[in-house]
């Protein structure tokens, strides 16, 4: 799993009822972008996060980056 900062991180929930947290990655710890992230949260809440299976990362940047070509 690679990032890099303003990419997106959705956990999904892994216990029936638990609900998807989704965030901002605000830096990146690991080398060559790989984890830990530091991840804004929606609720403002800013933790250290080592993604797990249940973890999806999104690049909006790179998305952004393609369709301006």
């Given at each position: 799993m690679q990032a890099?900062?303003?990419?997106?991180i959705h956990v999904h929930g892994s216990v029936v009822g638990q609900r998807e947290r989704k965030g901002e990655i605000v830096e990146v710890r690991g080398s060559g972008g790989e984890p830990p992230y530091l991840v804004q949260f929606?609720?403002?809440h800013v933790?250290?996060?080592f993604p797990?299976?249940?973890a999806v990362i999104e690049h909006?940047?790179?998305?952004k980056a393609k369709g301006k070509s």
């Open positions: 890099v900062v303003g990419d997106l929606e609720d403002h933790a250290l996060v797990g299976p249940d909006p940047s790179r998305k």
